[in-house]
């Protein structure tokens, strides 16, 4: 390419110059400038500001020209010598065989990397070179006329095999003629070429001179750079979310002003008496200039500004008192560079601080409840469930409550979770506690002796039995309480008989004639869905109404995490003065059992603390010793289901992560993109890619 094609005529505007023909000239010849004379210095107008002007007049364009620095023309011989200079403007006039030129800065740049040869220009061709993106100048035989190494690289062309390449046989051909026919750039097309696997994100633009295509610009990018943009800007991304997240749960009003108090940040949460209007919408205003802030915000930032440290100031009058602090925040260079103000509404607080106190003064009254249902159970020497929990509480509130009453009380609960102890409970507390508590497992006896257990037998009412007769567990517990556990499992025959018996209050030992009358309070307990086997047709509908007067629903331990630690360091009590120990729990430890679902519940984790205990060697169980048995248990379990991944017990972190290289290495396998892989594992790209990464280095 000659420098010399680029030269082109300047147009001048004079004072009698038809502006509105100047302007269609420009249109007409493409020119991007148009000069003007004024006190014998030239000054250059982008023709752009012309076109836009509806009504040009000479006075308006002379003022918007004249304060700039006027041209000063260049000998076209100079011009690669004073490179720099040329470089620096957007247009330079040029003396040219005795006449007035111009060229504008991009030509003079396209023609000094396309065609330069001379030493003064050894400077710009390395300044090509070192651009860290791959540039190419293709003209239209698609003949490589220029290109630095890094557009070489990535499309691994050697640089001694440009003459007789072809771009239109690397890129397409396809992409070149669009940019050529529609002389519109066409931009972020990923190229993979057939000198390599590699994937190249490339821009076509048209080189155009006098409204024709003379060649075309090739920008080129790896990929993997790419990537990583990505990477950063989605790790950008979820800092900000993360910041926004925490902006929008903290309590206190939170704003953030610069150096000089504009607002750049602020809560969603803010406290209204502060503002009129919502300080989200005052965002890039100057908080010490506005009238819609209370007083007290900008009287701290500027003691912030003054002091450079931290100012507390508390208003008291009014109906909302207020504390407000400020703290700066500085740059490298120890320069102020933000101010971060929180506001706290106080009379939020003291509504926080008394609801606090009727919270305590509650705890206490359950305290006070749970010392005196204590000392009932204690003098009726029975056994009261251990509890800390608001759950249980209610549990046993109602316990007491039916205690005072005979009627019969149906326990609901998952097995494990001490039904029984809360059947002693309500035994304890009744008027019935002086008569022996009747137990009975449904579950446990056969069928064919579950008549003659429950109703008894007369003296030689069947072969074998007992030439005595023998009383049933109903007549035993005349005047007392009968625990019904399991009662699911009672055969249906059964489930007639009883029913009888408890509608009459009279039941016929097996052989007799003549009924004998109890005065009993049941109480029934299971750990199955009765109203689901009625539908079944597994359980009696009249039975099952007839013992549901009072149900009481048992909550699993799962529920009830407060009172894990109080109950495992129950059980670990009784496990040290049985057998004289001296063991304990660590905080980690009560922190693990807290976190395990127990699925066995209460049975579950006394049966836990006696196999720790017995395996522990020192005095202090730590969180290690219980999470082997609870991992041994959890192993056991998955074995004896699907098969256990793991051959021997591992740290759970060391678990955690051979599972998610796993999940990871499968993910890109199977996609062969980060971006899909991220979404097929419901996390960021960004974690995807750092992740791979790491499991590829341990690979090497």
């Given at each position: ?163 007789r390449l072809r771009m239109h046989e690397v890129l397409g051909l396809n992409n070149f ?116 802030v209370n007083d007290l915000i900008p009287k701290v930032i500027r003691e912030v500004q ?20 400020g703290n700066p925040i500085f740059d490298a260079a120890g320069g102020l560079e933000r ?362």
């Amino acid at each position: 390419m000659d420098l010399r094609t680029f030269l082109r005529d300047p147009i001048f505007i004079g004072d009698h110059a038809a502006l509105a023909a100047i302007a269609e000239q420009t249109k007409t010849e493409e020119h991007p400038f148009v000069f003007v004379h004024h006190e014998d210095k030239i000054y250059a107008l982008k023709s752009f500001d012309l076109l836009l002007s509806p009504d040009p007049d000479l006075g308006t364009i002379m003022a918007k020209v004249v304060t700039d620095v006027p041209l000063t023309p260049v000998p076209f011989n100079d011009l690669t010598s004073r490179a720099l200079d040329v470089l620096a403007e957007l247009v330079t006039l040029v003396q040219y065989e005795g006449q007035l030129k111009y060229i504008v800065r991009e030509d003079f740049l396209l023609t000094m990397v396309s065609t330069g040869t001379s030493s003064e220009l050894a400077w710009l061709r390395s300044l090509f070179a070192s651009i860290p993106r791959g540039l190419m100048i293709v003209d239209l035989s698609y003949a490589v006329v220029n290109s630095n190494a890094e557009a070489l690289r990535m499309l691994r062309i050697n640089h001694s095999d440009l003459p007789r390449l072809r771009m239109h046989e690397v890129l397409g051909l396809n992409n070149f003629q669009y940019v050529y026919r529609t002389q519109n750039s066409l931009l972020n097309q990923v190229i993979t070429t057939p000198l390599s696997p590699a994937a190249v994100l490339v821009d076509f633009v048209p080189l155009v001179m006098y409204q024709v295509v003379t060649g075309f610009a090739l920008v080129l990018q790896d990929l993997p750079s790419l990537e990583a943009m990505a990477m950063e800007l989605d790790s950008v991304k979820q800092l900000n979310q993360d910041l926004e997240a925490i902006f929008s749960t903290i309590y206190d009003e939170i704003i953030v002003v610069d150096a000089r108090g504009k607002l750049l940040r602020a809560s969603d949460h803010y406290i209204a008496s502060q503002w009129k209007r919502p300080p989200q919408s005052l965002i890039g205003q100057q908080i010490l200039r506005l009238k819609k802030v209370n007083d007290l915000i900008p009287k701290v930032i500027r003691e912030v500004q003054k002091k450079e440290q931290k100012v507390s100031r508390m208003q008291n009058e009014g109906d909302s008192p207020l504390l407000v602090v400020g703290n700066p925040i500085f740059d490298a260079a120890g320069g102020l560079e933000r101010i971060v103000v929180a506001s706290r509404d106080l009379t939020e607080m003291a509504r926080l601080k008394r609801e606090l106190e009727q919270t305590r003064q509650e705890s206490e009254s359950y305290r006070q409840e749970l010392e005196q249902l204590r000392e009932r159970v204690t003098q009726a020497q029975g056994t009261l469930p251990l509890y800390a929990s608001p759950l249980m509480h209610e549990v046993m509130r109602e316990v007491e409550r039916v205690a005072q009453f005979s009627a019969t009380v149906l326990l609901h609960g998952e097995s494990g979770v001490g039904k029984e102890i809360i059947a002693n409970t309500i035994h304890s507390l009744s008027d019935r506690s002086e008569q022996p508590f009747i137990k009975i497992n449904c579950a446990a006896i056969p069928e064919s002796l579950m008549e003659s257990e429950l109703f008894g037998y007369e003296r030689g009412a069947f072969s074998g039995a007992n030439q005595q007769g023998k009383t049933g567990l109903i007549v035993k517990a005349h005047r007392s309480c009968l625990f019904l556990d399991e009662i699911s499992e009672l055969p249906l025959l059964i489930q007639g008989k009883l029913l009888r018996a408890i509608q009459e209050r009279e039941v016929y030992p097996v052989g007799a004639t003549a009924p004998v009358k109890f005065d009993i309070q049941i109480i029934a307990a299971t750990n199955k869905n009765l109203a689901e086997l009625v539908a079944q047709g597994k359980f009696r509908e009249d039975l099952y109404y007839r013992i549901n007067v009072f149900p009481i629903e048992v909550p699993p331990l799962r529920e009830r995490k407060e009172d894990i630690a109080l109950l495992a360091n129950s059980f670990l009590t009784q496990f040290n003065q049985t057998y004289q120990r001296n063991l304990r729990l660590s905080n980690s430890a009560l922190d693990l059992l807290e976190a395990y679902p127990f699925p066995g519940n209460v049975r579950e984790l006394q049966n836990l603390i006696q196999r720790v205990a017995i395996k522990n060697d020192g005095e202090v169980i730590d969180a290690g010793a219980i999470e082997k048995i609870l991992m041994r248990s959890d192993t056991a379990t998955v074995s004896g289901k699907t098969g256990s991944r793991f051959t021997q017990v591992i740290p759970l972190q060391q678990a955690f992560a051979q599972i998610e290289e796993e999940l990871v290495t499968l993910a890109m396998k199977q996609y062969q993109s980060t971006t899909k892989a991220a979404k097929a594992l419901g996390v960021s790209q960004a974690t995807v890619s750092r992740k791979y990464r790491q499991i590829l280095a341990q690979q090497k």
